[in-house]
């Protein structure tokens, strides 16, 4: 039947589980401060524990707000502004002073983790950008003295302009021009086992360029895949794809262990009226199909079941923010506390995040196999939905509780139903060529529980494009669209 498939999945497994990779992901979100109409700290604090978010970016290292965050066990990454990357790389002694007056008497009540050294610099002056390293060294040297080097990592963000292409994700090269910083600091984050720090916004890829990229691919819902034609990969979303041409970015230049981290992603909730794409509705569909993927586990097509760290962009509408009027709209929250749409960030599904937090009930409907399908289809169905699929096909396997009775079509009737719940629930999500059917009626028998997905929007597992941003939010920027526009006429899609 599938046994030949077994010991693949099992192999895998077990070498994944070896080598660590298959540790829980982390999603958090972003607090910018841009605005003068938010709450105070303390009381921003509350509103992140009362939704049980456990990691959070700030942009700076401002005292009331890491002292709001003290004794709360909510992980920190704090930001040193580009502004002040002159006086941490000059002298050491700014740094030492730094850390002395503004973390160490906050830590570790305040649970710092990560210090990002400027951020997208890419988009500063070659000036600016030279001054990252000395920085970046200076902060590591003053934290190494107090002991907390180990504890607190130090890195820095980056924008998708940091690469030459990104598409199709195995051509994905970093930008020779940037190489006077970068490769010093993938050197430096090799040998400090730091996370490689990406901002990734598809919304913006798709806003540019309407006409060659699909609003779905965008949104984590496309009823198609895309293949990048040197690899045969395939990929449902932009997200995935920017991801990995960051992976083969780093592979081009031998640094395959340092790990990637997402450190800004998100939807806007509203914009002018050209931007159309920019709703309620999509940022709801888009954030919560990316918590999905993440908590999921679900990796990438080249990296598939290895964690990306996520944080979604960002916890307030920020009124200050200058450009377009999705600038100003990209908050998870309103500044008078309340939510712009429902979002859930357990993936479990979609939870009102207003104060009574209150979750949606179940959807009701499975995935099976259909009664009408040849052997042969399913099989093939099966195998893609356990491989490229990225379905968790463990509880199929010999003595697990879903693998008797061991037979094609209740294996393949609950690896379909793990895709289906994992993608949304959504017609699409179960038709598996024609060989998968929805009903009503609860598929689970003994010790065997088939998901289910609470649901309010379609939720699907996969992403793309990203743009620039400033100290405390996006600034954005259409040249990450045209990685995408340059090869994306070399993918074909391929309807499922």
Known sequence: MIRGFRVIIFSTSLLLLILGICRASKVGVCYGRNADDLPTPDKVVQLIQLHNIKYVRIYD????????????????????????LLAF??????????????????????????ITVGAELTEAPNSTSALVIPAMQNVLTALRKAGLHKRIKVSSTHSLGVLSRSFPPSAGAFNSSHAFFLKPMLEFLAENQSPFMIDLYPYYAYRDSSTNVSLDYALFEASS???????????TNMFDAQLDAINYALMGLNFKTVNIMVTETGWPSKGSPKETAATPDNAQTYNTNLIRHVINNTGTPAKPGVSIDTYVFSLFNENRKPGLASER?????????????????????VVDVNTDGNATSSNGTWCIASSSA??????????????????????IQPSQPCFEPDNTASHASYAFNSYYQQN?????ACSFGGVGVRTNKNPSYDNCLYATTGGKKAIATNATASP?????????????????????????LVLF
């Not at 709360?72 to 002040?84: A, H, R, V, Y």
């Not at 895949?225 to 990929?235: F, H, P, Q, R």
């Not at 309103?334 to 749409?341: G, M, W």
């Not at 040849?374 to 509880?395: I, K, R, T, Y």
């Open 61 to 84: 290292s401002n005292i009331q707000v890491l002292k709001a965050f003290a004794n709360t066990g909510i992980e920190l990454m704090i930001g040193i502004p580009n502004s002040d």
């Open 89 to 114: 790389a000059q002298f050491q002694s700014n740094a030492n002073t730094w850390l002395k007056n503004s973390i160490l008497p906050y830590y570790p009540a305040t649970k710092i983790t990560y």
């Open 225 to 235: 895949e895309v293949i990048d034609s040197n690899t045969g990969l395939l990929y």
């Open 329 to 349: 709209n990209w908050g998870l929250f309103f500044p008078d506390q309340t939510s712009v749409y429902n979002l859930d960030f357990t993936g479990k599904g």
């Open 374 to 395: 040849s052997e042969a289809d399913l099989q093939n169905a099966l195998s893609w939905a356990c491989g490229s699929g990225n379905v968790d096909c463990s509880a």
């Open 424 to 428: 949304g629930a959504t017609d699409i």
């Open 468 to 492: 620039t941003k400033s100290s405390s939010s996006p600034r954005r920027s259409s040249q990450w669209t045209q990685h995408l526009l340059i090869a994306f006429p070399l993918f074909l």
